[in-house]
């Protein structure tokens, strides 16, 4: 069963926030980590950055430091 246009226009209504959190409720209803595939190129990066934090070579920054250089991007 498909949603009508109807359907989807009145989502775009609700405020950020909720839609925000229809979209986590949605993905974690069919999101099964177990189930899914890690590419073998992603585990590369992710175990190179570990590294790198953990040498000392890379440094955690905050969210805000985040937001303000993705915004700057």
């Given at each position: ?13 609700l405020?950020k926030?909720?839609?925000l959190d229809l979209a986590e409720?949605l993905?974690?209803s069919v ?11 992603h585990?590369?990066?992710?175990k ?5 934090y953990k040498?000392g ?8 430091e ?8």
């Amino acid at each position: 069963m498909g949603m009508t246009p109807k359907a989807h226009a009145e989502l775009f209504k609700l405020p950020k926030k909720a839609r925000l959190d229809l979209a986590e409720r949605l993905w974690l209803s069919v999101a099964d980590e177990k189930s899914l595939e890690i590419p073998d190129d992603h585990k590369k990066v992710l175990k190179k950055r570990l590294a790198d934090y953990k040498s000392g070579e890379s440094k955690a920054i905050s969210h805000e430091e985040l937001m303000r250089r993705v915004r700057a991007a």
